[in-house]
């Protein structure tokens, strides 16, 4: 009846043959590899920005560039025109705070390109490691981390220098019982985070609490990062810092002129900036022609043309989002203006290409390696360098989305849909690196351990 005979997809699809089923998956499983093909890469870790292969093998980058010869059971990807970038890197992103129990920031992080997402929620404790870590155990599609609480850290009963042994792993689990919690699974996990932020718009501490938040990140190797809205808060977070390091979040807040004229508020924060001692960031959505977020705050327009010359002249090489608008914890900015930013930045030459997406890629793993005092961070992320973890965006540029989100070599979002399969390819982030898991989400499974 047909004329046109279509063969079976023997090669790609397990199938029946001669009443045997052949599982193709499985003879691959120790050699597979996936190509991406003839994109256009854009690393500027690497200096590399020409179209050309990559590899990817056993979770991390094989090659980068050329052409790659395929062979029995690798899998393709036709990248052309599509812009094949490192696996952008949020290091302010909400995940997960304030019991989401009704969106999914986490899954919609991975579906606009994001590959790690360290979250600053203003009430996490010592117990975020665990919580968020045994969610990684279940199963997340993105590498996460977090900052703790400042006014939480300082909570218990420990001290200053107690709280700095505690941060590098050399408490002592007798002064942690004592002094922290009675809860064992927190004492064991509560080393592993980034950095600790203040959150002038929930906590105002003291000068002599923040003196004691400076002195705990800047001994233990943390990030501390400030709320940076107020520009007066923001002064006096870097008069205390007498030449301890500051990062300062989402600084396009201060331009939206809820704390004064927002120019001068503007000016006034980047004007504490010196990209050594204190660095900072802005936010994506701020920095689009809407101006922010109408459910949020909005940048005037003259504060946001002094944002773009601070980009223009490297006075801020950092971006974040910040957030979802779906979300219960909103922050400033979405994710979803990640990847349009970048593009519109590099379009309207405010940045080139490869500076816009260095901002969400090798410049922030440099500048954690740096605070964390771990070069981890930039052998093995931020770039697409043989070697590093397999975190890849790939773009496309007509509708400025992420067509692929592959993290740690395996696929989780293709065009704008989770990929259920990569549920689980996320790790856990640290000032010590990265665990696949922490096991607090296996624990109540076992009595005993051996």
Sequence with gaps: MYR?????????????KKGVMCDIYKENDDNGRLILRGGRI?????????????????????????????????????CEGLIIMPGLIDMHLHLGDLFEVSTEPISCAAQDGVTIGLSP?????????????????????????????????????????????MFCGEADPEMLSEKMTRNSITN?????????????????????????????????GLVFMSHTQDPEHT???????????????????????????????????LDLIDGEQITGEFVTTMLRAGRGSREGIMMSEKAQQIAYDALHEGKVDILISDGQNQATMKGFGDTRDNIPAILELAG?????????????????????ARRLHNEWWTE??????????????????????????????????????????GM????????FGMVKKTGVGDLAMFSDIR
């Design 188 to 220: 064991t996990t509560a080393a592993f985070t980034v950095g600790i932020k203040d959150h002038m718009g929930h906590f105002i501490l003291s000068d002599e609490n923040i003196d004691r938040i400076y002195e705990i990140t800047s001994r233990a």
């Design 42 to 78: 854009t690393d500027p870790g690497n200096q590399m920005d020409g179209e050309g292969d990559l590899v990817i093998q056993n979770g991390e980058i094989f090659q980068e560039g050329g052409s790659a010869i395929a062979e029995k059971g690798d899998r393709i990807i036709d």
């Design 424 to 431: 689980g390819a996320g790790g856990w982030v640290s000032k």
């Design 121 to 165: 929620g203003a009430g996490n404790t010592f117990m975020a490691p665990s919580l968020l870590g045994a969610e990684v155990d279940r199963g997340l599609p993105v590498s996460c981390g977090v900052y703790l609480g400042a006014a939480n850290v300082l909570g218990t009963c420990m001290t200053t220098e107690e709280l700095i042994q």
């Design 235 to 269: 002064e006096r977070l870097v008069s205390l810092s007498n030449g301890r390091p500051l990062h300062l979040g989402h600084v396009t807040a201060a331009g939206c002129g809820t704390h004064g004229n927002p120019e001068e508020s503007l000016r006034r924060v």
């Design 348 to 368: 309207t030459g405010v940045l080139t290409m490869s500076q816009a997406v260095a901002a969400m890629t090798c410049n922030p793993a440099e500048l954690l």
């Design 4 to 16: 046109k005979i279509l063969p079976l997809q023997e090669q790609r699809l397990a199938h029946v």
């Design 380 to 421: 093995k992320t931020g770039h697409l360098g043989t070697g590093a973890l397999a975190n890849v965006t790939v773009v496309d540029p007509a509708d400025k989305l992420a067509v692929y989100t592959i993290v740690n070599g395996r696929i989780v979002s293709f065009e704008n849909r989770i990929v259920r399969s």
